[in-house]
């Protein structure tokens, strides 16, 4: 009977060995001996959790936690697979005395998501020690300097969770390949694990930007425009140019109103066309035209492009305004400077001036003054010449030829009219014209031969 316990024992030892860990096994430093696989995984899942997590910063420990609570735990049915295979691969080599063994074995660390970012929260990292945040490098304006500057980036000490964590990973990685389980594990926290700073002083495209910025600086310092008005000019210095930007940390733009303004002040002082113009005769009175077709008149957009181009250029730009008219010439505000035809109707003469010097005189007969054959009245210039030329109407059924024509506005025009045996009085009453004016033909080729196309003609009456 005792040979057969002694039986029993052994057999039901032996059983009892396929469904557990050998004898006198440790796994990683952690004895299993004997144990089932689960209770195995247990106690390892359980060693592991308590492995502390301690954060030091500056030499001094802030917060300390442990790995179950920060949320990394052993992958349990990785970890169960795993001792299965080691409890299986030793039952061939167990014995009546079994060699103590400390093995090693695959495992897979696990993370709870929830509880990590919790772990990592910032309150747990509140000291006497006062954080700031870090600023990326930036551009401001020096006033003093008179230019644009780069503010170094400063790199503060405010805790950023994400870089924390990817410290924490770090550290916990190079912890377990000193082994598995540990009694605590420290986490430096250091400038790696705070608010990282994106753009520094040495950033390429902020230093182009700065550039960029205090070229343009020096280009608008180093401009000026000339407008040229004839004998006169107008000049746009760099003082007036500066006074027109608008400069912010960010950047330099010019201030477009100011601009606008500008355009709005030339045009105003040296347009001469549409504007109530007032005119001496030769007599020496002054009569007001109202209807003013000749001048000069300042196309504003364009002109806006045209100058914004000027301002960006750094250099001394000599020019006239852009006009969408224009006259023969000007001396600042005088666009006839002493070169015109004059037409007096009321006394039904003529006389042409170049560069203030009398030409010629003549009587003239002008339109008979009654609806649609009367002459206009205004300032005009001579559209273009041409000898010879034939006048025709359909309206008045007449198909004239002449030697000289010059129009000036609505088909009216200067012309010899050699069928005519006198000119000036009051015949223009009873016979006068379809509203051209009428010369004698030496008279006309005088005229003729002196003017160009574009040369102004003052038509008025006192009567």
Same mark, same amino acid.
């Given at each position: 009977?005792?040979?057969?316990?002694?039986?029993?024992?052994?057999?039901?030892?032996?059983?009892?060995?396929?469904?557990?860990?050998?004898?006198?096994?440790?796994?990683?430093?952690?004895?299993?001996?004997?144990?089932?696989?689960?209770?195995?995984?247990?106690?390892?899942?359980?060693?592991?959790?308590?492995?502390?997590?301690?954060?030091?910063?500056?030499?001094?420990?802030?917060?300390?936690?442990?790995?179950?609570?920060?949320?990394?735990?052993?992958?349990?049915?990785?970890?169960?697979?795993?001792?299965?295979?080691?409890?299986?691969?030793?039952?061939?080599?167990?014995?009546?005395?079994?060699?103590?063994?400390?093995?090693?074995?695959?495992?897979?660390?696990?993370?709870?998501?929830?509880?990590?970012?919790?772990?990592?929260?910032?309150?747990?990292?509140?000291?006497?020690?006062?954080?700031?945040?870090?600023?990326?490098?930036?551009?401001?304006?020096?006033?003093?300097?008179?230019?644009?500057?780069?503010?170094?980036?400063?790199?503060?000490?405010? /805790? %950023?969770?994400?870089?924390?964590?990817? @410290?924490?990973?770090?550290?916990? *990685? #190079?912890? =377990?390949? $000193?082994? &598995?389980? +540990?009694?605590?594990?420290?986490?430096? /926290? %250091?400038?790696?694990?705070?608010?990282? @700073?994106?753009?520094?002083?040495? *950033? #390429?495209? =902020?230093? $182009?930007? &700065?550039? +960029?910025?205090?070229?343009?600086?020096?280009?608008?310092?180093?401009?000026?425009?000339?407008?040229?008005?004839?004998?006169?000019? #107008?000049? =746009?210095?760099?003082?007036?140019?500066?006074?027109?930007?608008?400069?912010?940390?960010?950047?330099?733009?010019?201030?477009?109103?100011?601009?606008?303004?500008?355009?709005?002040? =030339?045009?105003?002082?040296?347009?001469?066309?549409?504007?109530?113009?007032?005119?001496?005769?030769?007599?020496?009175?002054?009569?007001?035209?109202?209807?003013?077709?000749?001048?000069?008149?300042?196309?504003?957009?364009?002109?806006?492009?045209?100058?914004?181009?000027?301002?960006?250029?750094?250099?001394?730009?000599?020019?006239?305004?852009?006009?969408?008219?224009?006259?023969?010439?000007?001396?600042?505000?005088?666009?006839?400077?002493?070169?015109?035809?004059?037409?007096?109707?009321?006394?039904?003469?003529?006389?042409?001036?170049?560069?203030?010097?009398?030409?010629?005189?003549?009587?003239?007969?002008?339109?008979?003054?009654?609806?649609?054959?009367?002459?206009?009245?205004?300032?005009?210039?001579?559209?273009?010449?041409?000898?010879?030329?034939?006048?025709?109407?359909?309206?008045?059924?007449?198909?004239?030829?002449?030697?000289?024509?010059?129009?000036?506005?609505?088909?009216?025009?200067?012309?010899?009219?050699?069928?005519?045996?006198?000119?000036?009085?009051?015949?223009?009453?009873?016979?006068?014209?379809?509203?051209?004016?009428?010369?004698?033909?030496?008279?006309?080729?005088?005229?003729?031969?002196?003017?160009?196309?574009?040369?102004?003609?003052?038509?008025?009456?006192?009567?």
């Amino acid at each position: 009977m005792v040979v057969l316990l002694i039986i029993c024992l052994i057999l039901g030892d032996y059983l009892l060995d396929q469904t557990r860990m050998a004898h006198r096994l440790s796994v990683y430093g952690v004895n299993v001996s004997g144990m089932t696989v689960e209770n195995a995984a247990q106690k390892l899942e359980r060693v592991f959790g308590k492995t502390e997590l301690a954060f030091v910063e500056n030499g001094e420990e802030l917060y300390r936690t442990t790995f179950q609570e920060a949320g990394f735990t052993l992958d349990g049915e990785a970890l169960r697979e795993e001792l299965a295979s080691v409890q299986s691969s030793m039952l061939s080599e167990r014995g009546m005395i079994e060699k103590k063994k400390n093995i090693e074995i695959e495992y897979t660390v696990a993370t709870d998501e929830e509880l990590l970012s919790e772990a990592l929260s910032a309150e747990h990292f509140t000291v006497e020690l006062e954080r700031t945040e870090s600023s990326d490098a930036y551009m401001e304006y020096d006033s003093e300097a008179g230019e644009f500057v780069i503010v170094s980036s400063w790199q503060g000490n405010v /805790i %950023d969770e994400e870089n924390l964590r990817s @410290v924490v990973e770090e550290t916990l *990685s #190079e912890s =377990l390949e $000193e082994g &598995l389980f +540990q009694d605590s594990v420290t986490v430096r /926290i %250091d400038v790696n694990s705070y608010q990282t @700073v994106s753009v520094t002083e040495n *950033s #390429e495209e =902020l230093t $182009e930007k &700065l550039e +960029q910025l205090n070229q343009s600086l020096t280009n608008y310092k180093n401009t000026s425009i000339i407008y040229d008005f004839g004998s006169e000019t #107008e000049i =746009l210095d760099s003082d007036t140019i500066c006074s027109w930007l608008e400069i912010t940390d960010d950047g330099v733009e010019m201030d477009t109103s100011m601009i606008w303004t500008y355009i709005d002040e =030339l045009s105003e002082k040296y347009n001469t066309k549409y504007n109530t113009r007032y005119f001496t005769t030769t007599a020496g009175d002054t009569v007001t035209i109202s209807n003013n077709e000749y001048g000069y008149w300042i196309d504003k957009d364009a002109e806006y492009v045209q100058l914004c181009e000027d301002l960006e250029s750094g250099t001394q730009v000599e020019r006239e305004p852009v006009y969408s008219d224009s006259g023969l010439s000007r001396k600042g505000t005088d666009d006839l400077c002493g070169s015109y035809i004059e037409v007096s109707l009321d006394k039904q003469h003529l006389w042409l001036y170049k560069d203030y010097v009398l030409v010629t005189e003549t009587d003239i007969v002008s339109g008979k003054p009654e609806e649609e054959r009367e002459t206009l009245q205004g300032a005009f210039s001579i559209a273009y010449k041409a000898s010879p030329y034939t006048l025709s109407s359909d309206y008045y059924g007449y198909e004239t030829d002449v030697t000289y024509w010059m129009p000036f506005a609505n088909g009216q025009g200067l012309h010899d009219a050699t069928w005519r045996s006198s000119f000036g009085g009051t015949r223009y009453i009873t016979n006068g014209s379809h509203g051209c004016i009428n010369l004698p033909l030496t008279a006309a080729a005088t005229i003729y031969n002196t003017i160009t196309a574009g040369y102004p003609i003052i038509i008025y009456s006192r009567d």
